[in-house]
């Protein structure tokens, strides 16, 4: 899978991890130089306390376009370490 904005892959992998239909990349595959660290955060009731990164490709910014759970609930502890995407990114085969 990749998960792709602005012209660039962001993440690569064969190992994602599907939760309510989005693709959770494991972190080590998501390029580090795109994603900023954002104030953002919601709660899920059983996943537990979500963070978000903004997306920064080319000049262009999409805030808040990646999310992934530091400490994800135990329902959901195949997510931990991992990213998804959203907000234009296309997440593809």
Known sequence: MKAIWNGQTIAESNN???VENNHYFPKESVKAEYLTDSSTHTTCPWKGL???YSLTVD???NPDAAWYYPDPKDAASQIKDHVAFWK???VEA
Do not use: M, Q
């Open 88 to 90: 234009g990114v296309k």
């Open 50 to 52: 979500a963070s978000y």
């Open 59 to 61: 000049g262009k910014t």
């Open 16 to 18: 994602t991890v599907v």
